[in-house]
């Protein structure tokens, strides 16, 4: 059995609703209260009776006298028929949405007065409360991304990092690389040139030296000549 604080024990509604709660034999007054307080005049079995068929545990709340289970019951019945899930009170199956789709004389809009016509509908307090609470329900807004999508959408965004980080690095080495080659290639181009300038001075120094040799040849071969002919003149 559940264990009950003095706190639980004490009276939970506060005067003012005590008092406005009279004119409907002590409950908020909608659908949920009123056919549980019919059940409850005859002790808990019905209320568990409820639990069961909304699959909440007879336990639940069993420390408490029958009025404050019947009003915690009735807290948790009207949170799940307020989020659109059906509820079972007797046998009778009760489904927001499925209600309003069937019965509801009108367009459900998202303004005040209409939430409020749905809520008086519906049987249920006509608050800003329950207007607030039909609002999420007809007009929910979109829901965040799940953690399933946060962690696809991470594991995508690091794939698609890890992927371009992988090309700047390819990117990067082929420049290297590119660029290795094109030095190689203006190395090899400035020794090409520089051996080809040094073949053509060898080339004309080599010119230069045969013409003077042939030069020296000549002057040789034309003082042998000379000195014949003097000698020639001589012997005559």
Avoid at 29 to 52: C, H, M, P, R, Y
Avoid at 209 to 224: D, L, S, Y
Wanted: charge should be positive.
């Amino acid at each position: 059995m559940t264990e009950v604080t003095e706190a639980e024990k004490k009276d939970v509604v506060p005067s003012q609703y005590r008092d406005k709660y009279k004119e409907t034999g002590g409950t908020c007054g909608d659908f949920i209260a009123i056919n549980l307080q019919k059940i409850s005049k005859d002790g808990v079995e019905g209320l568990n009776t409820v639990k069961a068929d909304n699959g909440i545990e007879a336990e639940r709340w069993a420390g408490f006298n029958p009025g404050m289970q019947r009003m915690n019951l009735a807290n948790v019945l009207r949170g799940s028929y307020l989020k659109g899930e059906t509820i079972v009170i007797l046998g009778k199956h009760y489904n927001a949405v499925d209600q309003v789709e069937a019965d509801f004389n009108g367009t459900v809009a998202e303004d005040d007065n209409t939430l409020l016509r749905v809520a008086s509908f519906l049987e249920l307090q006509a608050n800003p409360r329950t207007v607030s609470a039909l609002r999420g329900l007809f007009f929910p807004k979109p829901k965040g991304p799940s953690a399933e999508d946060r962690a696809k959408a991470k594991a995508e965004k690091d794939e698609a990092a890890a992927k371009l980080k992988a090309e700047k690095a390819e990117a990067a080495a082929k420049a290297k690389a590119e660029k290795a080659e094109a030095k190689a290639e203006e190395k090899a181009k400035a020794k090409l040139a520089r051996d080809e300038a040094k073949a053509e001075r060898d080339r004309v120094k080599a010119e230069e030296k045969a013409k003077k040799a042939e030069e020296a040849a000549k002057a040789k071969a034309a003082a042998a000549a000379a000195k014949a002919e003097q000698a020639a003149k001589s012997a005559e």
